[in-house]
């Protein structure tokens, strides 16, 4: 008697809570034929509310499709995005970044986009864009939009030490460091010429400068370690020449990613190595008129720099919506009016019609940054290869050696050795 | 009947706690990238680690941080409680003013301040530079990272400190009286009576951050913006296994190493209650 008492107590309660799990599953199954799909993405407040104004459009258009938005911080998303995949509740369209498209793609998480190329047109999109969402000779992720790594200047700083800005179509590292050392005396404490340039893409431009590629086309580590050695060993250089800050400023610099606290940001560095997509960002943060430069050469070599792509889209290999991901994925790449959401916030357009179309609506900033890219566009070389499953790890690998070398704990030729073994290891996983 | 109305705790202890638990020793075992089912791998990732050197690395700092800030935090929690039993005015404002950084020492907050106040242009080198020194970026140096840490942990001393001030008012007033008849000095009486009757508080606490102080997570993800560095001088244990087991999709290994952590754990607390059969004294 008090256990059936007992249990009418809690079946309700039970009930309830099974309901409740349930509730997602029926929402959508009451009006008819809409299918409901999730898009995930990185980005703040600003980006979303530019999304789902992009959203709104596309649901006007396609009454059949209703998109929920899933977004996170950029430090949270893949964190949650690997646990969701793992958990079998992947979104049906996630964006990518980095080397992420590869690390999913080689593990067959992502949709082969051939099997919905009907959906999706490419035929404005150039071929050496689309080669870097190609993985194993099959298109895993298509790239939102056009970024170049540039080398961003401070006219303002650079006329407080009386210099001018250079030629960027002949300088070379030599003329770089002698600037930058200029702009560094002459500002004493209260600046440097430039911010350390240490990272995996400018390891990837001094590789392609000296003839070879940070990854090759078979996914294999490309750089030399003579080649990692003499950047370490010019970085060193520059360190003790007062172009880049000492070590320990360095490191802080490193740690943190938001452009207010950058040297350009602040007006305290004459030049930094950035992608040009974050001119807008340093601009407003530093209120100066920047300017964006092809990076320097080796004197009479290839330029190195690169198109690169700033995101990726993918669809989910597990989605239960292919074609519907699909339209989406085409709405945002090829329509015209997806771009005027979201303009360049995820990379110049990569489809050259949009990418006029939307031309005029651009601020000043994002029309130098436009102009950038036509620029560099003239004097790129061969494509880069798509990052290599295993590649995500690169850049810390390159952070941490960085300090080892700028707190001098080790050499540039170990730490080099190191570097090889280590990303080496990472991609054989 | 009971069994119905333990059933709510018991199907979150075995749906949330052990089912991951159990999961996870398996795991242990496999190659796990989260994006593909795990494949069985026997003993090689405990066997890998021999090899990791930066799980050498991550292990030095963590036994330093445990074995330096934990007796330093104990040493200033009971110094503060002894002084603070002597009958302060205004004793539970003390008590909750200190209490306080426990509260708040293991939150992204005070982390994120903990960056400024030992930044390069943070307070600490204002303070310094204020007196002609010249101070370098603390958290950003590999030779004072760490430091500013343990010194992070040390200040949440409040916790211990509110259990020690608890324990001194344990201790019978009448022991202090017939040591003082026997003309027993402040020294003799702290050494002689307070300490003994407080082993089993220091005992606990001992156990506690020392279990706490391993599983150090939040303060070094913050201050190191998730790298461990600089090069490498707070790569905690947890952090390393956060970043095998999201940075480089080996769940698999990931797991292993959580389980290690578990062992060392364990066998650290086995040792302190072993151990304390010498010295913790529980009146009788």
């Known amino acids: 008697m008090r256990t059936l008492r007992a249990l009418a107590v809690s079946l309700p309660a039970a009930a309830l809570v099974l309901t409740a799990c349930g509730g997602d599953d029926t929402a959508g199954g009451g009006d008819g034929d ?168 400018t390891l990837s431009l001094w590789a392609r400068q000296n003839g070879e590629s940070l990854y090759n086309e078979d996914g294999e580590l490309g750089i030399s370690a003579e080649s990692l050695t003499q950047w370490w060993e010019f970085a060193l250089e520059l360190r003790d020449s007062g172009c880049t800050p000492p070590a320990t400023l360095t490191e802080e610099l490193a740690s943190q990613s938001a452009p207010e606290q950058t040297l350009i940001g602040t007006n305290s560095g004459g030049m930094s190595l950035v992608w040009s997509n974050v001119l807008e960002a340093l601009s407003t943060a530093s209120g100066e008129e920047l300017e964006l430069l092809i990076p320097p050469g080796l004197g009479g070599g290839e330029p190195g720099s690169w198109l690169g792509p700033s995101m990726y889209y993918t669809i989910s290999a597990r989605t239960e919506h292919p074609e519907e991901a699909a339209r989406l994925v085409d709405f945002m790449l090829n329509e015209p009016a997806a771009a005027e959401s979201f303009l360049t916030d995820r990379g110049l357009p990569v489809n050259t019609d949009v990418r006029d179309a939307i031309m005029d609506d651009l601020t000043p900033v994002q029309q130098a940054e436009a102009e950038y890219l036509n620029r560099l566009q003239e004097v790129v070389g061969e494509p880069v290869a798509p990052a290599p499953v295993g590649s995500t790890e690169t850049a810390d690998i390159v952070t941490r050696l960085n300090s080892e070398i700028l707190f001098d704990r080790t050499t540039p030729q170990d730490a080099a050795d190191q570097f090889i073994t280590e990303v080496g290891a990472a991609l054989q996983q | 009947m009971a069994y119905l109305f333990l059933a709510p705790w018991f199907i979150g202890m075995v749906v949330i706690t052990i089912g991951p638990i159990l999961a996870s020793l398996y795991l242990s075992f496999t190659e796990y990238s989260l994006l593909q089912p795990p ?246």
């Not at chain 2, 903990?114 to 020194?133: D, P, S």
């Open chain 2, 39 to 284: 494949e069985w791998l026997g003993l090689e990732n405990y066997r890998r680690m021999l090899d990791d050197e930066r799980l050498h690395t991550a292990l030095r700092v963590t036994f330093t941080y445990v074995f330096v800030s934990v007796p330093m935090q104990l040493a200033l929690a009971l110094a503060l409680a002894f002084f603070l039993d002597r009958g302060v005015r205004g004793l539970a404002i003390y008590r909750s003013i200190y209490y306080l950084p426990s509260l708040l020492g293991g939150s992204v907050a005070i982390a994120i301040l903990w960056r400024q106040i030992f930044g390069t242009e943070g307070l600490i080198n204002q303070l310094l530079g204020a007196v002609g020194i010249e101070g370098e970026g603390w958290v950003s140096h590999p030779d004072h990272a760490l430091s500013t840490l343990i010194v992070l942990n040390v200040w949440t001393f409040g916790a211990p400190m509110v259990i020690f001030l608890a324990g001194l008012r344990q201790i019978p007033t009448m022991y202090y009286e017939a040591a003082e008849v026997d003309g027993a000095g402040g020294f003799t009486k702290f050494w002689r009576i307070t300490i003994p009757l407080l082993t089993p508080i220091i005992f606990f606490n001992l156990v506690l951050q020392i279990i706490g102080s391993f599983q150090t997570f939040t303060q070094a993800f913050i201050v190191s913006g998730g790298t461990g560095g600089p090069a490498d001088s707070t790569l905690f244990y947890t952090l390393y296994t956060y970043q095998r087991g999201f940075g480089s999709f080996e769940m698999g290994y990931a797991s292993a190493l959580a389980w290690v952590l578990l062992v060392i754990i364990a066998i650290f607390t086995a040792v302190n209650f072993l151990a304390a059969k010498r010295w913790v004294h529980y009146g009788d």
């Open chain 1, 34 to 201: 809409v299918v409901e799909l999730r898009y995930a993405f990185w980005g703040s407040d600003d980006r979303a509310q530019m999304t789902q104004d992009m959203i709104d459009k596309f649901e006007a258009e396609n009454p059949d499709i209703r998109v929920e938005i899933d977004y996170a911080d950029f430090g949270a998303y893949f964190d949650k995005l690997a646990t969701s995949v793992a958990a079998n509740d992947a979104p049906d369209i996630m964006t990518m970044g980095g080397a992420y498209h590869s690390e999913y793609a080689g593990r067959g998480a992502l949709l082969d986009l051939g099997e919905v190329d009907d959906m999706i047109r490419t035929d404005k999109i150039s071929d050496d864009i689309l080669a870097h969402g190609t993985i194993d000779d099959s298109l895993y992720a298509i790239p939102t939009g056009v970024n170049g790594y540039a080398m961003v200047a401070n006219p303002a700083v650079f006329a407080q030490a009386g210099l001018e800005l250079p030629d960027d179509t002949t300088w070379t590292w030599d003329d770089f460091a002698d600037l930058c050392t200029q702009i560094g005396t002459a500002l004493g404490d209260d600046g440097y010429g430039s911010q350390d340039l240490t990272n995996h893409n």
